[in-house]
């Protein structure tokens, strides 16, 4: 199977645009997790869908938003960036059985504000 | 509450053993995971433990659990230098009708000769 897959890997904005971000899960897999990576705040925790619905949020603004398709693909959106926005973004994918809830990384996208 | 805390360095020499601690807080986590991060990649799930279990092996890697104190260790044996990587331990913790991955903030384990 293929793994988690992120695009596009690298990515650099300006102050105040907007960016998507893309995320396929692993086949079969209907969790999709989204996190930040700073160095200075870690891994946070943005939002996880799950049949195309919002099931967890985390404490982000209203500028970061997500949503999911019938086929799992989730994409991640930012907008009016800021600089503090600067961070790899991960996306993670499980098969959501129950409380095992094993996730699956991709490689991230590395997301510079300028 | 919802916490889970690790060290954030660890140094070892190469052909040692790691001990990676952690501690967590919700006492109805039903799974606990070990991620290992090397630089510019995201997380790669190493091993993960069932919180009715004690001890989980695997080649190199024990997991040790101590559920009265909610604490978690990983053992690397034979440290390498390939082990170099930031290891983020996580627990699984029942959430609504489903469940929620929490994560600490990672220990950087760097090697030495």
């Known amino acids: 199977k293929a793994g988690v897959t992120q695009t596009p890997r690298y990515l650099i904005k300006t102050r105040g645009q907007q960016v998507t971000l893309s995320c396929s899960p692993i086949?079969?897999?209907?969790?999709v997790s989204w996190y930040q990576q700073t160095p200075g705040q870690g891994l946070q925790f943005l939002f996880e869908?799950?049949?195309?619905?919002?099931?967890n949020k985390g404490n982000f603004p209203g500028r970061f938003s997500g949503r999911q398709f019938s086929n799992s693909r989730s994409e991640m959106n930012v907008s009016t960036l800021e600089l503090g926005d600067s961070a790899l973004y991960l996306c993670?994918?499980?098969?959501?059985?129950?409380?095992?809830?094993?996730?699956?990384f991709g490689a991230g996208t590395r997301l510079s504000v300028l | 509450g919802e916490d889970v805390e690790q060290s954030l360095f660890l140094s070892v020499r190469e052909g040692d053993s790691s001990v990676i601690n952690c501690t967590y807080t919700?006492?109805?986590?039903?799974?606990l995971y070990w991620y290992k991060q090397e630089p510019g990649a995201g997380l790669q799930l190493l091993t993960y433990?069932?919180?009715?279990?004690d001890m989980k092996q695997d080649q190199r890697l024990t997991v040790l659990l101590n559920k009265k104190d909610k604490h978690l260790s990983l053992r690397i044996a034979d440290t390498q230098t390939g082990d170099s990587a930031i290891y983020f331990c996580?627990?699984?913790?029942?959430?609504?009708?489903?469940?929620?991955?929490?994560f600490g903030s990672g220990t950087r384990l760097s090697i030495r000769p």
């Open positions: 993670a994918s499980s098969e959501s059985t129950g409380t095992k809830n094993i996730q699956y």
């Open positions: 086949s079969g897999h209907r969790s």
């Open positions: 869908y799950f049949s195309e619905t919002q099931r």
């Open positions: 919700d006492s109805s986590s039903t799974y």
């Open positions: 433990i069932f919180s009715n279990m």
């Open positions: 996580a627990e699984s913790i029942r959430y609504s009708s489903a469940s929620k991955i929490i």
